[in-house]
């Protein structure tokens, strides 16, 4: 138990917002590729219009560059690229080598470096991931075509100067590209495989996230994960239901402190700091705790499990608690007990009589014949007494209910979401037409089995791919009576004959064709079910069509059972 049902908290709107690279779409990447050349090719304009104006004068070099440069960046954003080959893109750092020529020609006699622009087509290449050595091998002819350009241009004002300068000077500039482009390409390829081991890595924890939280909520123990702060991380479907039957009656919800629980003997309260929710936040560990949760006929038993969670650092992270229904178990002991005792008053005093005189007999002088029929009588009379001192069968009582103002349409909803998981794995389509509130006389233990037992006979009988759906209305009384409550429960299952629907309330019916098909069960579900609508004073019909489907109907009195076996107030 627990003070609500656990919430997620959303990133904040910042993070929301934050996109990678590999997240947008292929034209915004060649774009955002474009970008870093476009940028530095403005930045080389303006620092060379400042240190020397003449050169826009003198050369048309820098404008056609700096045109080139900007009209392939505008290119990048316009072209979509996504419909095109994949290699194609590769035109942009390409012509950037072009357009990057008459700028470095213009250029270099005003700014050092200039060169260097030549990087960025080179490390686009590289880190395209597209045929590294073809990429490799444009981008070093891409460099040495640039670098060797103002040498073999005789329209440049600066060929007198560039002709008394060795044309050698260059010759390692493309080498040394080539080496950065080698290097960019070999980070993208181990980042390539860093990324696909990452994307494995995260696929194979979904799918284990997935499979645990469908064993979680598929289970019938209640699970209740909490953190450091007592705040809830995680509680199943079956912890949920627990919640709901400890909550005092009319609550919608209920702190862990508020709820009613109990020690095994089901009337003493258990004070908040022996609690098992605020023991293990106490960092225990403990197997077994029994307590009694909820009052009356309602009440359960539960034997509580802890065990505590530590960090890294082995300082305690939150708990486990693991909630077992053990009512049936608890049942049975004290069925157990008073079944013996009763025994023993009424059989085991005559016993022990009985052999007590065979015992007297015995010490007497007799026939050997008479003490040998007088040994056997003993013999069985022990084995008699021993076996009645070893029954320890009881039956079931469905025929007694204790009722509470219940909202039967919150309990059929925690049963509908109960079954999602089953259905869904049976890829079963799975509808509900339920008020927001439905309040009723009824025991909510039992009620809770009804719905239950319906739900999941329809699931298991329906073929993949069918439906189930489940409604609940009210029913005007007739001639002045009270209004009922009508639970309907429709699947398109296999249907039955009206042979096999005449025996269905049998125990451990099962018709001929669930038991060809070897579909689980003991044949007990249905019988117990009838029992536990006719304590309320209801009734429980069955309409069905082999092949077509079933519909199951059950009717309650609104107003509870006309004579109550107990009732919480």
């Known amino acids: 138990m627990s003070s ?68 392939l960046t505008l290119l990048a954003g316009a072209v979509p690229w996504h419909r095109l080959p994949a290699v194609l893109y590769w035109v942009i750092p390409l012509l950037d080598f072009v357009a990057i020529a008459p700028l470095w020609t213009a250029a270099r006699y005003v700014l050092d470096g200039m060169v260097l622009l030549t990087a960025f087509p080179v490390f686009w290449l590289a880190w395209s991931g597209l045929y590294p050595m073809l990429a490799l091998s444009l981008g070093f002819l891409g460099t040495a075509a640039v670098s060797w350009w103002p040498y073999v241009s005789e329209t440049t004002p600066f060929s007198d ?14 080498f040394m590209m080539l080496s950065l482009g080698a290097a960019a390409s070999i980070l993208t390829r181990s980042m390539d495989k860093q990324r696909m081991e990452l994307r494995a890595s995260l696929e194979t924890s979904k799918s284990q996230n997935r499979m645990l939280q469908t064993v979680v909520e598929t289970s019938d123990v209640g699970i209740l994960v909490v953190d450091r702060d007592g705040h809830d991380i995680l509680m199943n479907q079956a912890q949920r239901r627990m919640h709901f039957i400890g909550m005092p009656p009319g609550a919608e919800d209920a702190a862990e402190h508020e709820l009613l629980v109990f020690e095994a003997d089901g009337t003493t309260p258990i004070s908040a700091p022996d609690r098992p929710v605020v023991r293990a936040l106490q960092e225990e560990d403990f197997r077994g705790r029994i307590i009694a949760l909820g009052t009356d006929g309602s009440q359960q038993h539960l034997s509580v499990s802890a065990s505590p969670m530590y960090d890294e650092d082995n300082r305690f992270d939150g708990t486990v608690v693991v909630f077992q229904n053990v009512t049936d178990l608890m049942d049975a002991i004290q069925a157990r007990e008073q079944f013996v005792a009763e025994v023993s008053h009424e059989f085991r005093t005559p016993l022990t009589s009985i052999i007590g005189y065979l015992d007297l007999a015995l010490e007497e002088d007799l026939d050997p014949a008479l003490r040998q029929f007088l040994n056997t009588s003993m013999r069985n009379a022990e084995r008699l007494l021993s076996l009645v001192t070893s029954l320890l069968d009881s039956a079931a009582n469905t025929s007694k209910v204790s009722v509470q103002d219940v909202d039967l349409a919150r309990l059929t909803r925690y049963s509908l979401e109960s079954a999602t998981v ?56 007739v001639d002045g009576g009270g209004d009922w409550a009508e639970l309907v429960i429709k699947d398109t299952g296999f249907g039955m004959t009206d042979a096999e629907r005449g025996k269905l309330f049998t125990n451990f019916y099962r018709t001929e064709h669930v038991r060809k098909a070897a579909i689980p069960g003991t044949g007990l579900g249905l019988a117990i079910t009838q029992g536990f609508v006719r304590a309320h004073g209801g009734e429980i019909l069955v309409a069905s069509e082999k092949g077509v489907g079933s519909t199951f109907t059950v009717r309650i009195p609104v107003d509870g059972p006309a004579t109550e076996g107990s009732r919480e107030q």
């Open 422 to 477: 089953r259905a869904q794995h049976s890829d079963l389509t799975l509808e509900s037409d339920l008020p927001d509130r439905f309040e009723a006389v009824a025991d909510p233990v039992k009620m809770g089995q009804v719905v239950d037992n319906l739900l999941s006979n329809a699931i298991k009988y329906t073929p993949d791919g069918g439906s189930v759906t489940v409604s609940l209305r009210r029913l005007p009384g």
């Open 4 to 71: 609500a049902t656990p919430t997620t908290t959303l990133p904040p709107r910042e993070a929301r917002g934050r996109r990678y690279f590999g997240q947008f779409s292929l034209r915004r990447r060649v774009l955002f590729s474009q970008l870093p050349l476009a940028i530095s090719t403005v930045l080389v304009v303006i620092a060379v219009l400042v240190i020397d104006p003449g050169v826009a004068m003198e050369s048309p070099f820098l404008a056609i560059g700096f045109g080139g440069i900007m009209f």
């Open 161 to 174: 100067a560039l002709m008394e300068s060795s044309v050698t000077r260059p010759v390692m500039v493309p």
